[in-house]
Nanobody, 118 residues
Framework: QVQLTESGGGSVQAGGSLRLSCTAS????????MGWFRQAPGQKREFVAT??ALADSVRGRFTFSRDDSKNTIFLQMSSLNPEDTAVYYC?????????????????WGQGTQVTVSA
């Protein structure tokens, strides 16, 4: 059974940093098969980062990385602002690369809340 487990969310003030982690169990995903998405209240789930791309809204502030030996991806978030407040989800697909469309994900984690106060 495939399971994605996120951690690292929390509450920070604007300008602060957080590091999210997502570990996959049950299957090994290829290096480009996992990504980060987020969903703010009342909004659609949106793309944040994969190994190959970053959303325009986070470029220069967020960094995607992966530890292949641990089947884990990370999202280092810096210079956070209140617009980054959302539940952050790890999405994955077994074959091919995870792109910016959330509909492409076959598996989702439970999400981790990130709250940024002004």
């Amino acid at each position: 059974q495939v399971q994605l487990t996120e951690s690292g969310g929390g509450s920070v003030q604007a300008g602060g940093s957080l590091r999210l982690s997502c570990t996959a169990s049950g299957r090994t995903f290829n290096a480009n098969g996992m990504g980060w998405f987020r969903q703010a209240p009342g909004q659609k789930r949106e793309f944040v980062a994969t190994r190959r791309a970053l959303a325009d809204s986070v470029r220069g502030r967020f960094t995607f990385s992966r530890d292949d030996s641990k089947n884990t991806i990370f999202l280092q978030m810096s210079s956070l602002n209140p617009e980054d407040t959302a539940v952050y989800y790890c999405g994955a697909k077994l074959w091919g690369s995870m792109g910016p469309n959330p509909d492409d994900a076959e598996f989702w984690g439970q999400g981790t809340q990130v709250t940024v106060s002004a």
